[in-house]
Structure formats: structure tokens, C-alpha cells
């Protein structure tokens, strides 16, 4: 997006991580530390019980300068800064699989020795993978059941339309292309116009049409409450993994 | 309504001759004998006002067509909190009924609450919104409070609050252009108790149920506008069991006013289900 490849270096353990990377363009290392001396902007992006070990690893090569970005979900910013130098530069991310095509939802939290600086440079870089807001750390593990995890309810709700219209006699693989094609189109809306998602609904639902027929079906069956429920459920899962 | 200076006699012919518009408030299977009766001294001047539910226009036009070549009638759904003016009222002009004589209902009804015209085939639909809504709104408004009383609310209280919320809440969509989604969400503080309230509503199908009773009270007013039209029951049957009982019951009142507006009606006892 924003930055030369030249300028980033990946490190990883073993190549089978890094050949996308030097796809790219991009330099690699099997060094860490390497990349505390290289670079300004570090992410964290390993497994969170691999982390501690790492930033161990880091530490005496972290300075004033860094600035520390985690992406490691479940740890948090206490953790990160007890692990690092005092006064070290943190900030936690949390992003969504979407990043990859450029559409992600992410949010990010500052440390205390992050500033307005680091936190306007975060969100411009990570603009161009998509929607990018800082928000308070107690709203990440909820990003995590509306967005992460939200993605997933997203492909299942995709899933059960196509089936709907093979049901009724499309082929699968329209089926499902046009599925998808409607949850962006609906999305984009709803971005683009900023309207209450049940103005839009309503925007759609011809009197005794065959909309508000089938919207019945769904409040029948309590879509909207287990939806919820679902939120709530990777919410509460999330908060928990994190006490561990 | 003799209080009110309301004139009252128990002659149906009386109240057609001095007024001009007649409302028959009288229960739908009562219509036919009310017409019957009347319908001699039907002139054009008349304009005829049923409120029976699920009696259409092309029925009363029918019958009083044997009397008069062009009988205006006006149809019209109305519903019970008219007792306070706020009322939904909605009407139907039949076929030579024209564009005025649709205006003075709508003027006359409009001093009780809200009124406006539909086409006749959107009446049974709004029979199942606001014709049964208060119905829904009170068996609501009972269930609030006992879930003020559970919490320890005295129970007037409790009654007096509840009817306020959803008045207040009524009165707010009215007045504003924002859709009842975004003003539900303007009450929803984040991880707040409101929004917790409402997983339980939904997580109990509240809007599929409110969805089912409109449909459900819909269905049931056209099934009963059907049975009517196939008149399965000789009228000579219902005439001679109902007709005489309401005679001796309950007298027609007749209301005078500037537009001489006459209002039947008769406590019907309960007639055989058709």
C-alpha cells in the first residue's frame, strides 16, 4: 500500500513463511533481532504464547525510537509493556482475515508511551487494508466477536442463501456468487449512504412483497437474538482466553 | 351521549329523515335488516357510513340499490381510543360517493384522532394493525407491569409508568422523521441495561409475534368477510332470534348536529358464529 516493499523486512523461523514475502518484494531474515536495528514501525504478528518468549528475545534491542505494534490477539497492552522496556512505544491491533483483499475492519489500542503520532501514522498506513479505527482496549475483544470472529457468521449466513436458491433451482456456484455479490452490495450501501441499516430494510420491502414475506421467516426464527447471541459468545471467549 | 346534548330516539326512520350523514355502527351481521330498513327512505342527499367490520361496499350497495338508483357509501375503519381522540381511523368512498362527501368524513373523524383514505382492499390489513392494536398495546402494557411490579413497583404505578413509556414513545416516532430503528438505538447505550432488555425481546421472537397477530387478525377478518358474503344462515333465522331481541334492547340514537350526522347502534347479543 503506502510503503515500499524494499523498506519492510520479515522475519520468520523458517522460510516457509517468508517466501510470500520476498514475493513481494519484500527482504527477510530468520533474525529478530535484526529487525529491532532495521526498522522504526515492528509487528508482532506471532502466535500469543510464542510472544513472551519473543519480546524477551527483543528487549535489549528495543529503543525510544521503535515503535511496537502487537497483533497478537489475546495479549494485552499491560502485558506488552511489562514485557518491554519502560516507556516503549505500544500499540495493540486487531485486524480481520478481509485485510487481505484490502476490505479489513481493524482497530487498534494505544499504550501509554504511544502519542497522537504514532497512533495517526498507525491508522494511515493501515488505511489502505481497509477500515481502520483506534478505539479503547476494551473494545477490541469485542471487535473480535462482531468482526474477527464475524466474518466466519458472515460465510455460514452466505452459505445457507445459496442453499436457499438451489433449494429452489439455481446451480451452486451462482448460486453462491450471487449470494456474495448481495451481502457486498448491501454492505456498500450501508457504508456509502450511512443510513440506519433498518431504514435501508425497510427501503426494500414492497407492501405484501415477497421481501417482507421472507424477512417474517427470519424474525421467526429469532435470527436477530442469536446473532447476538453469537457476538456475545466470541465476546466472552475472546475475554476469557485472554485471562490465561 | 345524552349528556353531551346528543338527541336520542329508538326510531332508525327518524334519524334517517332529519340527518344526512348515517353511521352504522351496528354489529356486521345486524347491517342487512338496518339496510333493509332504512333503505326506503334513503335520498341522494344521504351519505351511508359503515364501520362493520369486514362488510364491504359492494354488499351495501348492493342491498340498497333496490331503494335507491345511487346510494353513496363510505366505508370506514376506525378503532376503540376515538374515546380519547387519538384514533386511526381510515375510509374507502364507494362508487358514488364523491371526492367531498369522502373530505367530510375524513374532517368529521379527523376531530377524534388520525384519518385518511385507503383503497377498500387495505381494510382488513389495517383491522389487523390498528383496528386489534390497542388490544396488542394493553395486553403489553399489562405485561410491563408486572415486570414493574416484580421489581417492586406499586402496581398503579407501575401501569401509570408503562402506558406513559409507550405513549411517550408513540408521540416521539410520530413527531420525528427517524426510522424506529435508529430511535430504539438512541436508547441503547452500549453494555447498557436497555440494550440487554432487547436481546430478551428478540431472543423471544417479540417482532415475529407482533408480525403474526397483524397477519393473524388480517386472516381472520377476511374469513369472516367471506363467511358474510356466502350468508350461509337464512336471514329469516338470524332476523327472527336477533332482530326481535335488539328491538327490545337497545334503542338507535340519533346525534344532531350542523352536518346532521346520525350514529346507529345496538348492543348486539352474541350471534351464532356463522
Known amino acids: ?244 | 351521549l345524552q349528556k353531551m346534548g346528543v338527541n336520542f330516539t329508538v326510531s332508525n326512520k327518524d334519524t334517517v329523515k332529519s340527518s344526512d350523514v348515517l353511521f352504522l355502527a351496528v354489529k356486521p351481521p345486524i347491517i342487512p335488516f338496518i339496510l333493509e330498513e332504512v333503505g326506503p327512505d334513503i335520498e341522494d342527499r344521504h351519505i351511508v357510513v359503515s364501520c362493520a367490520a369486514g362488510v364491504t361496499i359492494s354488499s351495501i350497495e348492493k342491498k340498497l340499490s333496490t331503494f335507491c338508483p345511487t346510494p353513496k357509501v363510505i366505508r370506514c375503519m376506525t378503532n376503540t381510543p376515538v374515546i380519547v381522540r387519538e384514533g386511526a381511523t381510515v375510509y374507502a368512498t364507494g362508487t358514488h360517493a364523491d371526492v367531498e362527501d369522502g373530505k367530510l368524513l375524513e374532517q368529521l373523524m379527523a376531530s377524534v384522532g388520525f384519518c385518511t383514505e385507503v383503497e377498500e382492499d387495505l381494510i382488513d390489513a389495517v383491522t389487523g394493525l390498528s383496528g386489534s392494536g390497542p388490544a396488542y398495546a394493553f395486553t403489553a402494557l399489562d405485561a410491563l407491569a408486572d415486570g414493574g411490579v416484580k421489581m417492586g413497583l406499586p402496581r398503579r404505578l407501575a401501569v401509570r409508568l408503562g402506558a406513559q413509556a409507550l405513549l411517550g414513545a408513540a408521540k416521539m416516532l410520530l413527531e420525528s422523521e427517524q426510522h424506529p430503528g435508529q430511535l430504539k438505538d438512541n436508547v441503547c447505550s452500549p453494555g447498557g441495561a436497555t440494550i440487554h432488555a432487547l436481546h430478551f425481546l428478540e431472543s423471544g421472537g417479540f417482532r415475529s409475534l407482533l408480525i403474526n397477530a397483524v397477519e393473524a387478525s388480517c386472516i381472520r377478518t377476511r374469513e369472516l368477510q367471506h363467511l358474510a358474503d356466502q350468508e350461509k344462515i337464512s336471514p329469516a333465522a338470524i332476523k327472527k332470534t336477533l332482530l326481535d331481541k335488539v328491538k327490545l334492547e337497545s334503542p338507535s340514537l340519533s346525534m344532531a348536529s350542523a352536518s346532521k350526522v346520525s350514529l346507529f347502534t345496538s348492543k348486539s347479543p352474541s350471534s351464532k358464529k356463522n
Open chain 1, 1 to 244: 500500500g503506502k510503503v515500499p516493499a524494499s523498506s519492510i523486512l520479515a522475519s520468520a523461523p523458517s522460510d516457509k513463511n517468508l517466501d510470500a514475502w520476498r514475493e513481494s518484494g519484500c527482504r527477510t531474515t530468520h533474525c529478530n533481532l535484526e529487525v529491532l536495528q532495521e526498522s522504526t514501525l515492528v509487528f508482532l504478528a506471532t502466535k500469543p504464547h510464542v510472544l513472551p518468549g519473543v519480546l524477551q528475545e527483543i528487549r535489549p534491542a528495543v529503543g525510544p525510537h521503535h515503535i511496537v505494534v502487537s497483533l497478537a490477539a489475546g495479549v494485552t497492552l499491560q502485558t506488552l509493556q511489562r514485557l518491554l522496556p519502560a516507556g516503549t512505544k505500544v500499540l495493540r491491533l486487531m485486524p480481520n482475515l478481509p485485510c487481505v483483499v484490502q476490505a479489513g475492519a481493524m482497530v487498534f489500542a494505544r499504550g501509554s508511551g504511544a502519542g497522537d503520532g504514532e497512533a495517526a501514522l498507525l491508522k494511515s498506513l493501515l488505511s489502505s487494508c481497509g477500515l481502520c479505527e483506534e478505539v479503547p482496549e476494551s473494545y477490541i475483544n469485542i471487535h473480535t466477536g462482531l468482526s474477527g470472529s464475524g466474518v466466519a457468521y458472515v460465510y455460514l449466513f452466505a452459505e445457507a442463501l445459496a442453499e436457499g436458491a438451489v433449494k429452489m433451482g439455481m446451480p451452486g456456484g451462482l448460486a453462491s456468487r450471487i449470494a456474495a455479490q448481495t451481502l457486498l452490495g448491501a454492505a456498500k450501501m450501508m457504508l456509502e449512504t450511512g443510513e440506519h441499516p433498518a431504514k435501508l430494510r425497510g427501503d426494500v420491502c414492497t407492501p405484501g412483497g415477497t421481501t417482507i414475506h421472507a424477512l417474517h421467516q427470519l424474525e421467526k426464527g429469532a435470527l436477530r437474538a442469536t446473532v447476538m447471541n453469537a457476538v456475545e459468545a466470541a465476546t466472552n471467549r475472546a475475554c476469557d482466553v485472554a485471562e490465561d
